[in-house]
């Protein structure tokens, strides 16, 4: 009896040690769980091909940084990292906030609070609010080490281009047609070196010079975010048009943020390539516009007023609408400036395929079609006023809507 009841404290005695111990080790997962969540959810990011991913955690708040390159929609992107640090990486009842960068610079933010009494299973996509606010907890991302950094890597995109006129009455139309690879580098935060190389396919009445192999867009620029959420780039160099010089772009948006202010400058002169043979003009003009723009977020659809003083002197007023949908964009424009008849047309921008990843290998240059194509149709066939340029390869109507708040909450909840 006595061995008996031996047995059984010994039994009693290794069960309550290992309750014990049980009871020690679950009340320090969680400690655990929360100090290696963020980092296991960075690594697993990393993976995925995101860069400059980072984070850091205060006593209010989780915040993640990270860079969109192994998608080519931002909207998409954006929404595949959501769903990781929703599944992985938040931090119990504290709120989280995800900083997207663009080049290294900061572009909005998307902030989820939980609910008294929400677990992170029950987080959903469309509990992330999205914005321009950064929050306070900004300042001390500048303080720890990103992952896979984007800084000297090399894309090289082909711009395909098409023109068309319709001048000769006695031919539909005088087509050309390019494809313009384009090598794109970071070589430090917010600086983008792109050299552009126009191999004409295709030349039918576009003079003797599109014939030849020559350089399309050389420049350099310089993006940036001031206090007040002042979004800026500066861009030297040649650009289309016969273009070369310097091009400052800023927008401005207000608290509401459906609403921006919009500025443009050029300090521009003419140049041409003859093979690769630059002919410039050391005239120098003076361009700008200044405008405001309104987003309508139940349809994705922006307006735009500008008045602008074009490459040729003349003043006028441009008015825009454009529409924006996943895969493309599409818009229409009117014109009216001193000395010229009114004129007007439409644009569109298509996403180019392939849609899938293309995220990189190390520092292995990454070849690919540039991210979308466009067409702006002149209707009323104005040859010589309303001329503009465009200061990089990459700017469009795609890409300057690609952050809009309002645009990427609407492509989390519809994805």
Same mark, same amino acid.
């Given at each position: 009896?006595r ?51 980072g ?19 931002q909207g ?9 640090? !929703?599944?992985?990486? $938040? %931090?119990g009842?504290?709120?989280?906030? #995800?900083? =997207?960068?663009?080049? /290294? ?9 939980p609910?008294?009494g929400?677990?992170t ?28 950094s ?26 050309l ?8 580098v970071?070589?430090?935060?917010g ?30 620029? !310089?993006?940036?975010? $001031? %206090?007040?959420?002042?979004?800026g780039? #500066?861009? =030297?160099?040649?650009? /289309? ?30 140049g ?15 361009t ?5 723009s309104?987003f ?19 003043k ?10 996943r ?6 424009y ?24 293309y ?43 690609s952050?809009?708040p ?10």
């Open positions: 009896m061995y008996k009841n031996s047995n059984i404290r010994k039994c009693l005695t290794t069960k309550t040690i290992a309750q014990c111990a049980a009871f020690f080790l679950f009340c320090l997962l969680p400690l655990k769980g929360v100090c290696q969540t963020g980092e296991s959810t960075v690594n697993t990011l990393v993976e995925m091909g995101f860069e400059n991913v984070w850091t955690e205060d006593e209010k708040e989780r915040v993640y940084v990270l860079q969109n390159s192994a998608y080519r929609l998409v992107g954006i929404g595949k990292a959501i769903d990781v640090i !929703q599944k992985m990486g $938040l %931090p009842e504290k709120p989280c906030r #995800v900083i =997207v960068l663009d080049n /290294n610079i900061p572009q909005i933010s998307l902030y989820y609070h609910v008294k929400d677990t299973a029950v987080a959903e996509r469309k509990d992330w609010n999205v914005s321009y606010d950064l929050g306070d907890t900004w300042k001390q991302t500048g303080k720890i080490k990103k992952k896979n984007s800084l000297f890597k090399v894309d090289i995109l082909v711009y395909p281009q098409l023109a068309f006129k319709n001048l000769v009455i006695n031919q539909i139309y005088q087509v047609f390019d494809l313009s690879p384009a090598i794109e970071s070589l430090w935060k600086m983008k070196l792109t050299g552009q190389l126009k191999i004409p396919i295709y030349n039918d009445g576009y003079g003797i010079y599109e014939d030849k192999v020559h350089p399309g867009h050389l420049t350099i620029s !310089q993006s940036f975010r $001031l %206090p007040y959420d002042i979004f780039k #500066v861009t =030297v160099g040649y650009f /289309n048009t016969d273009r070369y010089g310097f091009d400052i772009d800023i927008v401005r948006p207000f608290k509401d943020e459906r609403f921006a202010a919009l500025l443009r400058l050029g300090y521009t002169g003419i041409y390539w003859d093979s690769f043979k630059l002919h410039y003009d050391p005239t120098m003009t003076f700008w516009s200044v405008g405001a309104f309508w977020p139940r349809y994705n659809t922006q307006f735009i007023v500008r008045a602008h003083k074009f490459l040729y002197e003349e006028g007023v441009k008015a825009e609408m454009i529409r924006h949908f895969y493309c964009s599409i818009g229409f009117l014109m009216k400036a001193e000395q010229a008849k009114a004129n007007g047309g439409f644009r569109f921008q298509v996403l180019l395929p392939p849609y899938n990843k995220k990189r290998h190390k520092y292995i240059p990454r070849i690919n079609t540039s991210a979308n194509m466009g067409i702006i149709y002149n209707s009323g066939n104005e040859r010589y006023y309303y001329k503009e340029y465009k200061a990089e390869a990459s700017d469009n109507i795609m890409e300057e809507n952050f809009n309002y645009f990427i909450k609407s492509e989390l909840l519809n994805f």
